[in-house]
């Protein structure tokens, strides 16, 4: 999540408040005997055969006049589709051990915790206990241009003016649906497995925090950033490609705060150019699936030639620089992947009660600390430094130089926050907390790769320091690699080492439970790889809550569409011309309709047509790079109800020649009886040359 918008969303924070030193290296663990599920002995030993399977679902929300989520822009409004938003699943089992996982890697701003529940829950009711909270992982690539509403926790809810139910149940329903196709996909094969560095794709938005973390452990890294990408890939026996899985580190900020069309940003940018490669079905229940997943980018933006907005220089030429590169190492490292992931497939979760959790003092500073209620800071609503929104980051209370911070030092920071002036404390709001408290922490192997999701946004040393105290305790089991699932299984804000956080930059601002939260977690996660390693079972925590039901919004529906009398829904307003050249772009206005009334998820609200003999073949639809699909409330009197649908289709240089047309699918709802109708409408033909 990044720049909130400035005086609405300062306004809101003040309503609410109205209304209501280093780090020592963890110790390692004593060396425990190897169970008998490890990679190097037992059933599993030396183990290459698993059962794999992947599949890919529609999750795109409303189109039209519904917030995005990740600017915190409240005028930052849906109207169109660039990219369709997917959520890519994998379910990987070993027979050796029958134990199996479900990793989905969805184009989302985030995961929510009422998301997780509700997938866990639908799955439960189609598979009984086969998927539980423990082995299904839900990460979200963090695309800043997806509609929002979908969170159970007013925070994340706020500038969108409240939830979203028919956003909400696109994105549940859609990542159902991909782990269902995923596990009636699966197929006995093996997982090859293979990295490399991806360079001038990303650079350290918070360059100075980072600075402040120790220099001799700064000393072991060549770069600020993460730059590794690890590849996945997934094979079935007899030859066919499943998929391919990758991580790396980089926000999903190519889009800047003034796009307005949904987009998978650069990730989703990445996946489309790997799939369309390789012949990628989204219409069919099995095709190849490429997930670009999300790791510790806290601190990682990938404007390095800097930017507007949030964004890029430019929002789609960035976004596809972004993307771009990344795909082109991944189809290396994919084509190149020969070593097998060896072992099996083990899993350990928990829910932790973050706001109160006791931390021994082999993971701070040598004495006791605890984690305190969340609060999120002044520097919060300034923005990072590729998106700057209110005021100025670096605001501590440790170097007051301002009045607003001197005054929330004063009266609103608690001890237990250290520097940070607390501008909000959201887990102490009634009737309910704003963010949440009680997480989930989770630790999966696939044979030698470990797998740890979090459900914050990690900066790039803190996920270091996890990644590292994982791997201590897995190494005995064959462990050798282990990679940071990032924005997984719930959200609530940052997460940095502690000498970032005494900076009190954007990330720093945005930890919620204070100085020692990474601290904390390194304490629980590692309870979780002692387990795995012993082969022992860990308390499943207390329970979040569940908060479906006590939702409030500001949100409205369609109350019905309306035309000029004179023409129906589907007419073309503005047609084409009558010839293009490749390169150039055809625009098409259609007397259109709300696209609120049907989401048309696994379909389409354009298609680009080629004439083939007396039919028909589409080329191209809303998902394609080179359309646009584009909404705009045309107020012709006296309803103020009318609807224009423009629709561009840039024309690639690899274009056949020939004969074409632009369709346009919608639904109008009506002002007399309330039904839903479909309609279509048609540009003239034209010819490209």
């Not at 409303?62 to 822009?73: H, K, T, V």
């Not at 997460?495 to 601290?519: N, V």
Request: net charge negative.
């Amino acid at each position: 999540m990044q720049r909130p918008s400035r005086s609405l969303f300062l306004g809101a924070l003040l309503l609410a408040l109205s209304a209501c030193s280093l780090e020592a290296p963890e110790a390692e663990a004593p060396t425990a005997a190897v169970p008998e599920s490890s990679a190097l002995t037992g059933p599993c030993a030396g183990n290459t055969s698993f059962q794999i399977g992947s599949g890919i679902y529609d999750v795109t929300g409303p189109a039209a006049e519904l917030g995005m989520m990740g600017y915190a822009m409240i005028d930052q409004k849906t109207a169109g589709i660039h990219q369709r938003l997917r959520a890519r699943a994998f379910v990987i089992s070993s027979p050796c051990n029958g134990k199996r996982v479900a990793f989905v890697s969805a184009d989302l701003g985030q995961i929510f915790q009422g998301v997780k529940q509700q997938v866990v829950e639908r799955l439960q009711a189609k598979y009984g206990t086969l998927y539980t909270d423990a082995n299904v992982v839900l990460s979200a690539t963090h695309t800043h241009s997806g509609p929002g509403g979908f969170s159970h926790y007013a925070l994340y809810n706020l500038t969108i003016l409240g939830y979203d139910q028919q956003n909400f149940e696109a994105i549940v329903d859609g990542i159902v649906q991909a782990i269902i196709r995923a596990n009636t996909n699966l197929a006995a094969g093996t997982i090859r497995i293979n990295s490399g560095d991806l360079l001038n794709a990303s650079i350290n938005r918070s360059p100075e925090a980072y600075l402040l973390d120790p220099s001799a452990e700064r000393g072991q890294y060549a770069y600020d950033t993460d730059k590794k990408m690890t590849m996945l890939r997934l094979q079935a026996t007899d030859g066919t490609e499943v998929g391919a899985l990758n991580w790396f580190a980089v926000h999903g900020t190519s889009m800047g705060n003034d796009n307005l069309l949904i987009s998978g940003d650069n990730k989703g940018y990445a996946s489309y150019l790997f799939e369309k490669a390789k012949g990628s079905n989204y219409l069919a229940s099995k095709t190849f699936v490429a997930a670009f997943a999300q790791s510790n980018e806290g601190d990682v933006t990938p404007n390095i030639y800097g930017g507007t907005n949030g964004g890029g220089a430019n929002d789609f030429e960035s976004t596809e620089l972004a993307g771009s590169k990344q795909y082109t190492l991944a189809k290396s490292l994919y084509d190149g992947a020969t070593q097998p992931l060896t072992g099996a497939v083990d899993y350990r979760h928990t829910y932790v009660k973050m706001d109160a959790v006791p931390v021994a003092p082999q993971y701070t500073d040598g004495a006791s600390h605890s984690t305190c209620t969340a609060a999120i800071g002044v520097s919060m609503i300034a923005g990072a430094e590729d998106g700057p929104g209110y005021g100025k980051e670096g605001a501590t209370c440790a170097d007051v130089h301002d009045l607003w911070s001197a005054f929330t030092c004063a009266v609103t920071t608690t001890p237990c926050q250290g520097e940070k002036p607390i501008v909000l404390e959201t887990g102490s709001q009634t009737p309910y907390p704003w963010t949440p408290e009680v997480l989930p922490l989770q630790v999966v192997t696939l044979g030698n790769l470990a797998l740890v999701a979090v459900p914050f946004e990690m900066t790039t040393m803190a996920g270091r320091r996890l990644r590292q105290a994982v791997l201590t305790q897995l190494a005995p089991t064959g462990v050798d690699q282990v990679v940071i699932a990032g924005l997984s299984n719930a959200y609530a804000g940052y997460l940095t080492t502690r000498e970032e956080y005494a900076k009190q930059d954007y990330e720093g601002a945005s930890t919620h439970f204070g100085p020692w939260q990474l601290a904390a977690v390194q304490q629980e996660t590692e309870k979780l790889a002692v387990a795995l390693r012993n082969g022992t079972t860990v308390a499943a925590g207390p329970t979040p809550r569940d908060l479906r039901n006590d939702q409030t919004t500001l949100q409205t529906g369609v109350v019905f569409d309306d035309k000029p009398l004179w023409v129906d829904f589907g007419s073309v307003d503005t047609d084409a011309s009558a010839s293009y050249t490749r390169g150039q772009t055809v625009s098409v206005r259609f007397w259109g309709a709300h696209p609120k009334n049907n989401l048309r998820r696994q379909g389409s609200f354009l298609q680009v047509q080629r004439k083939s003999g007396t039919s028909w073949v589409t080329v191209a639809y809303d998902w394609d790079w080179e359309t646009k699909y584009k909404w705009q409330r045309n107020n012709c009197a006296p309803t103020l109800a009318c609807s224009y649908v423009t629709i561009e289709w840039k024309i690639p240089s690899t274009t056949t020649p020939g004969t074409y047309r632009i369709r346009h699918d919608g639904d109008w709802k009506s002002g007399w009886d309330g039904l839903i109708r479909a309609y279509t409408g048609y540009s003239r033909e034209f010819t490209v040359n």
